[in-house]
């Protein structure tokens, strides 16, 4: 069964960093789309923003641009997820998830588009 892990979260003070990392389980991250979400208490999971390898396209939700940078490392296969300028409105869990073959659409990451997906990591921002 195909899944990713994640990892990477923590209590951070607003303005501060954190880089989250996505390492797919069973595949290779060439050709898939990840695309990173977050859920805070009481609200339902939303998209934060897409990279796809398949075709190189990316999409960031308004509120993190600029804020939140997603790379890569091949020789790892691991997806990172740099957030920096980190607000308390920020604080939710993460997930990474990924679908093969498939491009960027420039909209909000939807869930139902992505076949795979990691446990989670909770980023709490607060001072």
């Known amino acids: 069964q195909y899944h990713t892990v994640d990892s990477g979260g923590g209590l951070v003070q607003p303005g501060g960093s954190l880089r989250l990392s996505c390492e797919p389980s069973?595949?290779?991250?060439?050709?898939?789309?990840i695309g990173w979400f977050r859920q805070a208490p009481g609200k339902e999971r939303e998209g934060v923003l897409c990279?796809?390898?398949?075709?190189?396209?990316?999409y960031y939700v308004n509120s993190v641009k600029g804020r939140f940078t997603v790379s890569r490392d091949l020789s790892k296969n691991t997806v990172y997820l740099q957030m920096n300028s980190l607000k308390p409105e920020d604080t939710a869990v993460y997930y990474c998830?990924?679908?093969?073959?498939?491009?960027?659409?420039?909209?909000?990451?939807?869930?139902?588009?992505?076949?795979?997906w990691g446990q989670g990591t909770q980023v709490t921002v607060s001072s």
């Open positions: 990279t796809s390898y398949y075709d190189g396209s990316t």
């Open positions: 069973g595949f290779v991250v060439d050709n898939y789309a």
């Open positions: 998830a990924a679908v093969s073959e498939t491009p960027c659409l420039p909209q909000t990451p939807q869930v139902y588009e992505y076949d795979y």
